[in-house]
């Protein structure tokens, strides 16, 4: 099956600070979502981006489906930032494959 | 955010008791599925619904049965609990027919942190 990779797996910032987090996949895929799991368990859809580029406030989204990534930007970080980010993919079936996730770490 | 209620919460429970967790939606959506999250393991698949009465396993589905028999309903069994089962039990919902069209995003319900002693 499609195998899920995130970078990097911890990330730590002081907020204000922008990062980008990465997902790479092994193969084609028809669907691809990024969701941030907040520190309380909750997991919030952030993105549904197959493909293109899509933006919601100071988060963005860009997936490259020729090249197998996507990328999450983050901007002006805040300290509700903080959680784990996880990219999931779907090839063809609709079992998604999950990364095992980006830890978001922001400071005051 | 979709309708997604899990029951219960939160459970403690002894080691060969059954139990049994309730992932209820209201999103008339076609595809359910029930994840484990372990710390250093992600989420991980235990059985998913393409419809009513259709199941089929996931990666880590020993242990664990499921039915459906309502396209809103999709229960999830530990038939007898054991402590390698505490978990927090995640049920997901995707592709339904909503105002702008087929969505075939998943969402995820608030999560049953079960414990078994």
């Known amino acids: 099956g499609i195998q899920v990779e995130q970078s990097p797996p911890d990330l730590i910032l002081q907020e204000g600070a922008n990062s980008t987090l990465r997902c790479n996949f092994s193969d084609s895929v028809n669907n691809l979502q990024w969701f941030h799991q907040n520190p309380w368990g909750q997991l919030i859809n952030l993105f549904y981006i197959p493909s293109g580029t899509k933006q919601n406030g100071r988060l963005s989204a860009t997936t490259v489906a020729t090249e197998r990534y996507s990328l999450l930007y983050i901007s002006s970080s805040q300290t509700t930032d903080s959680g784990v980010y996880f990219c999931?993919?779907?090839?063809?079936?609709?079992?998604?494959?999950f990364g095992r996730g980006t830890s978001l770490i922001v400071h005051p | 955010d979709a309708g997604i209620t899990q029951s219960p919460r939160h459970k403690v429970t002894e080691t060969g008791t059954p139990v049994t967790l309730r992932c209820h939606q209201t999103?008339?959506?076609?595809?359910m599925y029930w994840y484990r999250q372990d710390p250093g393991h992600g989420l991980r698949l235990i059985h998913y619904s393409y419809g009513v009465k259709d199941t089929d396993k996931g990666e880590v589905s020993d242990g664990y049965s499921v039915s459906r028999s309502k396209t809103e309903d999709f229960l999830l069994t530990l038939e007898s609990a054991t402590s390698s089962q505490t978990s927090v039990y995640f049920c997901?919902?995707?592709?339904?027919?909503?105002?702008?069209?087929?969505?075939?995003?998943?969402?995820f319900g608030p999560g049953t942190r079960l414990t078994v002693t």
């Open positions: 997901a919902i995707s592709e339904g027919l909503t105002g702008r069209g087929v969505v075939y995003e998943q969402y």
């Open positions: 999103e008339n959506h076609r595809y």
């Open positions: 999931a993919c779907r090839q063809g079936s609709y079992i998604p494959t």
